[in-house]
T-cell receptor, first 114, second 111 residues
Framework: DQQVKQNSPSLSVQEGRISILNCDYTNSMFDYFLWYKKYPAEGPTFLISISSIKDKNEDGRFTVFLNKSAKHLSLHIVPSQPGDSAVYFCAASAGSGGYQKVTFGTGTKLQVIP | DAGITQSPRYKITETGRQVTLMCHQTWSHSYMFWYRQDLGHGLRLIYYSAAADITDKGEVPDGYVVSRSKTENFPLTLESATRSQTSVYFC??????????FGPGTRLTVL
């Protein structure tokens, strides 16, 4: 049972345009969401996060939107750059304090075309 | 080196052999994790540790053993490797925030 779903395995975008990566979740107990970026032969690196008390969080070119009623979040990258080409993982966790199990999606491979 | 490191980076072994993957972090983070990444599955948690001498199972623990005698080290052992354990393994640590910091990964092939 995949509780965090990234239905698009890949996405191609022209340099300078907006990239939109989507993520859906099924567990209503999830209250914290993260995006990780992964380059080949490297480990994932944290990109941006959002708590369920917010519906938007912005960090430079990266913005994450959360729609709790739809159980959907999206990552917007504006403008997209060739260096953004990577695999992006959506992740979600429930609870606070101590250990919170993090559930990862299957990833979306973004290609930014120069 | 500061951060989180894994060794070896690449390993080829045979079915039935014991293999240990090493993970070392220099931040003194309490939490450490082992994940495997497989096509179509994303990252799946194998084991985690909340502190030295405290470990617990994750989503896919069968066939794996962990220990954590020191805060900075979290080795993962495959007691008798099987072909289904061919994968890329990532170690991660977490401090006070929610984000995890990942090592570079170990690509393991079981023949």
């Amino acid at each position: 049972d995949q509780q965090v779903k990234q239905n698009s395995p890949s996405l191609s975008v022209q340099e300078g345009r907006i990239s939109i990566l989507n993520c859906d979740y099924t567990n209503s107990m999830f209250d914290y969401f993260l995006w990780y970026k992964k380059y080949p032969a490297e480990g994932p690196t944290f990109l941006i996060s959002i708590s369920s008390i917010k519906d938007k969080n912005e960090d430079g070119r990266f913005t994450v939107f959360l729609n709790k009623s739809a159980k959907h979040l999206s990552l917007h990258i504006v403008p997209s750059q060739p260096g953004d080409s990577a695999v992006y993982f959506c992740a979600a966790s429930a609870g606070s304090g101590g250990y919170q199990k993090v559930t990862f999606g299957t990833g979306t491979k973004l290609q930014v075309i120069p | 080196d500061a951060g989180i490191t894994q060794s070896p980076r690449y390993k080829i072994t045979e079915t039935g052999r014991q293999v240990t993957l090493m993970c070392h972090q220099t931040w003194s983070h309490s939490y450490m994790f082992w994940y495997r990444q497989d096509l179509g599955h994303g990252l799946r948690l194998i084991y985690y540790s909340a502190a030295a001498d405290i470990t617990d199972k994750g989503e896919v623990p069968d066939g794996y053993v962990v220990s954590r005698s020191k805060t900075e080290n979290f080795p993962l052992t495959l007691e008798s490797a099987t072909r289904s354990q061919t994968s890329v393994y990532f170690c991660a640590s977490r401090g006070v925030g929610n984000e995890q910091f990942f090592g570079p990964g170990t690509r393991l092939t079981v023949l």
